[in-house]
């Protein structure tokens, strides 16, 4: 029953939410076109359910700024003062809401992570891949990518066992404050989450 009950939420949710911001999310596709360029959409392949690939959708929120060898900059210098807006107040986030009517995503559950990851995952972390992956999160609310892998991890492997309904309800009405406060959006010292796969490979983790 917690099951049915979450999907007709992330639904009722979804499309509610996409009528509702439709305005917004106009305006801000034509913010990141005039700032950013084309393509306004940043499309990344990440892991869900069964670990199953599908292409997630974001506001795009770098630049394609390269260096003289061609190859990309570091995010922190492709980051825009937009781009970075977008990313404290979540509306990059968004276009998330069509991956979860696509049935690619929930409202809450783990986050999607990228397909390099996969081999790096403890038997433990790969229940995060027994649920649909989410917009928010028990991790999301307890720190976000302020927190190191291996407690986020751990806090994706609780959502999964202690799953209900009404925790769900309880973690989106958390992360309305997370979101207003600006908590956590990157990790000290970084523009962005630093990856898993480097940080398991310099432990010697598989």
Known sequence: MDALLKRLLDMTVALGLLGLLSPLLLTVAL?????????IFFRQIRI??????FQLI???TMTDARGTNGQLLDDATRLTPFGQWLRETSVDELPELWNILTGNMSLVGPRPLLPEYLPHYTAREKLRHTVRPG?????QVNGRNAIGWDERLELDAQYVERFSFARDLVIMWRTIAVVLNRDGISAEGQATMHALNVERMNKGTQ
């Open 58 to 60: 974001k506001f795009r």
């Open 48 to 53: 869900g359910k069964g670990e199953q690939p």
């Open 31 to 39: 913010l990141v076109r005039a700032k950013l360029g084309a393509p």
């Open 135 to 139: 917009i928010t999160g028990l991790a």
